[in-house]
């Protein structure tokens, strides 16, 4: 078997490794145009941070290192020109000396990945206008920084552009991130990444959101990024972070099929339509684990698996790719935001019915030093209970939870699963109803019809004279500190004494600061006669949608 893999990092490199651990026979050929393989795409913002010291460091692996160990040829600044897939050869342009060649094959692996993208704006090719993708890039932009520029623009708050502005924050860097959508982090849902926004703008970032670079001019004092809105924005440093798009050249030009976004089509095999050619990591469409489409989610977990998955199925093994979930993290200074599985717009988006909680507990038991608190939002199907999508925005324990929702998301739980969970507890690392559980005592209650509740947006935007009577059972310290415009306070301690001040007439909206009491206050109402519901998730949740009150 001859097998030929072109892409030499996440994806590549472990479908070679694993094709060697499958067969020593084997004749394994890796590829890649750039110098490096198997280096740590996603460790290079925090070499320009510093945190990450060593250059070496980001080279998980050298083409050294897999020729002693796999026996792997390994080929660097190598780039395939073609598929001749009559043949069963590729062309190789050998970027050193120029010299181009064929290589055949019986088996051929696309691993590529995504370039990123560099959308055509006026500019757009000026040397200061950079991407990030790979340790050349790095060298460049970190070379910057090291000479000592001070201000930087950063084009798109997605997770490579945030861990980018973090970074520069830590160097002493001046950084405004501009994004055209009105949030940062477009994958999540706007007000979860409420926190993240206050802790841009804590740390100095400026943040021009609803915005968009429109052309990059030089002038003689520099580069300067214009704006959608006519701001100028004077940077002698520009990274673009929009967006990835799949490198699927070599796929188009021999005729394989990809999808309308230009992903390489592949069966749950990972075969492209072309039996002896498979594909995997960022060049490929993938089926999204919840709705079924097809889709496209450029993260190295998905691109390793695939590469492991493809060299099975190539020596013999069935195995099968069961789509991707979307599970993401990204650190910014010290907020955690992680997500998994679908996000209320994209179910929005493909009209599914869903229900949601947001709960807003502490990373491990409050009377234990050190607790964080996290905000957290889970999607369900609202017939089944089975969990869609859940989102994190925290301290620390943002990651542990948003991964336990990524097994029980890809084992098919249901919330009742969640408040069944056994997960591990002493108090320094959760709690004993861990937020886990919480989340689903609360998603269970609301499906078994046990308490009602009622979401804030559809009090919110209900005309005036339809909204219920709004009820803030915290203490009236809390309720001066803020609330809901128009409630009205009564701690719950002394609602039972006090009920004589509601109306009998109208729907009662009790809230707290995260739903506990909140949901005690709507237990006494309902049975002294109040149709009554709690406000999902309390204050808190509020002052997610609305940050300034
Ligand atoms: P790549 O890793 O991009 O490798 C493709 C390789 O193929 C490249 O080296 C390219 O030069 C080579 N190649 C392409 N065409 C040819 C050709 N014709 N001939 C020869 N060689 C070719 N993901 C996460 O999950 N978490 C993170 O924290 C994270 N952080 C990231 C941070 C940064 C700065 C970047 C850039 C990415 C990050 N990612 C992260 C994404 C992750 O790195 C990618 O999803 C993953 O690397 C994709 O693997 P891949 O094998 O498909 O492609």
């Given at each position: 078997?001859?097998?030929?893999?072109?892409?030499?990092?996440?994806?590549?490199?472990?479908?070679?490794?694993?094709?060697?651990?499958?067969?020593?026979?084997?004749?394994?050929?890796?590829?890649?145009?750039?110098?490096?393989?198997?280096?740590?795409?996603?460790?290079?913002?925090?070499?320009?941070?510093?945190?990450?010291?060593?250059?070496?460091?980001?080279?998980?692996?050298?083409?050294?290192?897999?020729?002693?160990?796999?026996?792997?040829?390994?080929?660097?600044?190598?780039?395939?020109?073609?598929?001749?897939?009559?043949?069963?050869?590729?062309?190789?342009?050998?970027?050193?000396?120029?010299?181009?060649?064929?290589?055949?094959?019986?088996?051929?692996?696309?691993?590529?990945?995504?370039?990123?993208?560099?959308?055509?704006?006026?500019?757009?090719?000026?040397?200061?206008?950079?991407?990030?993708?790979?340790?050349?890039?790095?060298?460049?932009?970190?070379?910057?920084?090291?000479?000592?520029?001070?201000?930087?623009?950063?084009?798109?708050?997605?997770?490579?552009?945030?861990?980018?502005?973090?970074?520069?924050?830590?160097?002493?860097?001046?950084?405004?991130?501009?994004?055209?959508?009105?949030?940062?982090?477009?994958?999540?849902?706007?007000?979860?990444?409420?926190?993240?926004?206050?802790?841009?703008?804590?740390?100095?970032?400026?943040?021009?959101?609803?915005?968009?670079?429109?052309?990059?001019?030089?002038?003689?004092?520099?580069?300067?990024?214009?704006?959608?809105?006519?701001?100028?924005?004077?940077?002698?440093?520009?990274?673009?972070?929009?967006?990835?798009?799949?490198?699927?050249?070599?796929?188009?030009?021999?005729?394989?099929?990809?999808?309308?976004?230009?992903?390489?089509?592949?069966?749950?095999?990972?075969?492209?339509?072309?039996?002896?050619?498979?594909?995997?990591?960022?060049?490929?469409?993938?089926?999204?684990f919840?709705?079924?489409?097809?889709?496209?989610?450029?993260?190295?977990?998905?691109?390793?698996?695939?590469?492991?998955?493809?060299?099975?199925?190539?020596?013999?093994?069935?195995?099968?790719?069961r789509?991707?979930q979307?599970?993401?993290?990204?650190?910014?200074?010290?907020?955690?935001?992680?997500?998994?599985?679908?996000?209320?717009?994209?179910?929005?988006?493909?009209?599914?019915?869903?229900?949601?909680?947001?709960?807003?507990?502490?990373?491990?038991?409050?009377?234990?030093?050190?607790?964080?608190?996290?905000?957290?939002?889970?999607?369900?199907?609202?017939?089944?209970?089975q969990v869609?999508?859940?989102?994190?925005?925290?301290?620390?324990?943002?990651?542990?939870?948003?991964?336990v929702l990524a097994v029980a998301i890809q084992a098919g739980m249901t919330?009742?699963d969640l408040?069944?969970m056994?997960?591990?507890?002493?108090?320094?690392?959760?709690?004993?109803?861990?937020?886990?559980?919480?989340?689903?005592?609360?998603?269970?209650?609301?499906?078994?019809?046990?308490?009602?509740?009622?979401?804030?947006?559809?009090?919110?935007?209900?005309?005036?004279?339809?909204?219920?009577?709004?009820?803030?059972?915290?203490?009236?310290?809390?309720?001066?500190?803020?609330?809901?415009?128009?409630?009205?306070?009564?701690?719950?301690?002394?609602?039972?004494?006090?009920?004589?001040?509601?109306?009998?007439?109208?729907?009662?909206?009790?809230?707290?600061?995260?739903?506990?009491?909140?949901?005690?206050?709507?237990?006494?109402?309902?049975?002294?006669?109040?149709?009554?519901?709690?406000?999902?998730?309390?204050?808190?949740?509020?002052?997610?949608?609305?940050?300034?009150?």
């Amino acid at each position: 078997m001859k097998l030929l893999i072109v892409g030499g990092v996440a994806g590549g490199a472990s479908a070679a490794a694993r094709a060697r651990r499958l067969s020593e026979d084997a004749q394994i050929v890796l590829f890649d145009r750039g110098p490096d393989v198997s280096f740590a795409n996603c460790g290079l913002p925090y070499y320009i941070g510093g945190e990450i010291v060593e250059r070496k460091k980001l080279l998980v692996t050298t083409p050294e290192m897999l020729r002693a160990r796999f026996q792997l040829d390994v080929r660097t600044q190598s780039n395939v020109e073609s598929i001749n897939r009559g043949a069963k050869t590729i062309r190789v342009r050998d970027l050193e000396s120029g010299r181009e060649y064929e290589e055949s094959y019986d088996k051929l692996i696309l691993a590529p990945g995504a370039a990123p993208l560099r959308p055509p704006i006026p500019g757009i090719d000026l040397p200061g206008v950079l991407t990030l993708r790979n340790l050349h890039d790095v060298d460049r932009i970190k070379a910057r920084i090291d000479q000592g520029v001070h201000q930087a623009v950063v084009v798109g708050a997605g997770f490579i552009g945030l861990e980018l502005v973090e970074n520069f924050v830590k160097r002493g860097v001046a950084t405004t991130v501009v994004e055209l959508q009105d949030q940062v982090l477009p994958p999540f849902d706007k007000e979860m990444t409420t926190p993240l926004l206050e802790s841009l703008n804590k740390r100095g970032v400026r943040v021009l959101l609803g915005d968009s670079a429109e052309r990059f001019e030089e002038t003689p004092a520099g580069l300067i990024v214009h704006l959608k809105s006519g701001r100028q924005l004077p940077a002698p440093l520009v990274i673009l972070g929009v967006g990835v798009r799949p490198e699927n050249k070599l796929a188009v030009d021999a005729g394989l099929d990809v999808g309308p976004r230009g992903g390489i089509r592949v069966d749950k095999h990972l075969r492209t339509s072309d039996p002896d050619i498979y594909a995997v990591g960022d060049a490929i469409e993938v089926k999204d684990f919840v709705s079924g489409d097809p889709t496209q989610v450029p993260l190295a977990g998905p691109a390793n698996r695939q590469g492991r998955i493809a060299a099975d199925n190539i020596f013999g093994r069935t195995a099968t790719y069961r789509g991707t979930q979307g599970t993401a993290i990204v650190g910014l200074f010290d907020r955690t935001a992680a997500m998994t599985g679908a996000s209320e717009k994209t179910l929005r988006r493909s009209g599914r019915l869903f229900r949601k909680v947001y709960i807003h507990p502490m990373h491990h038991a409050g009377y234990y030093p050190g607790a964080e608190a996290m905000s957290l939002k889970l999607l369900f199907d609202p017939a089944t209970g089975q969990v869609l999508g859940a989102q994190a925005v925290g301290g620390q324990g943002v990651d542990k939870r948003i991964d336990v929702l990524a097994v029980a998301i890809q084992a098919g739980m249901t919330v009742f699963d969640l408040e069944e969970m056994e997960l591990a507890y002493a108090p320094q690392f959760g709690s004993a109803k861990d937020p886990i559980n919480m989340a689903g005592f609360v998603a269970g209650g609301l499906m078994r019809g046990e308490h009602p509740q009622v979401d804030l947006e559809t009090i919110l935007a209900a005309p005036a004279s339809e909204r219920p009577f709004l009820l803030d059972v915290r203490t009236a310290t809390e309720f001066t500190a803020g609330h809901i415009p128009g409630a009205v306070n009564i701690p719950v301690d002394e609602l039972r004494a006090r009920l004589g001040e509601l109306p009998r007439d109208r729907r009662i909206a009790a809230y707290c600061q995260v739903g506990q009491r909140g949901y005690i206050a709507t237990r006494i109402l309902l049975q002294s006669g109040w149709e009554a519901a709690n406000v999902g998730g309390g204050y808190k949740t509020y002052r997610l949608f609305y940050p300034n009150g």
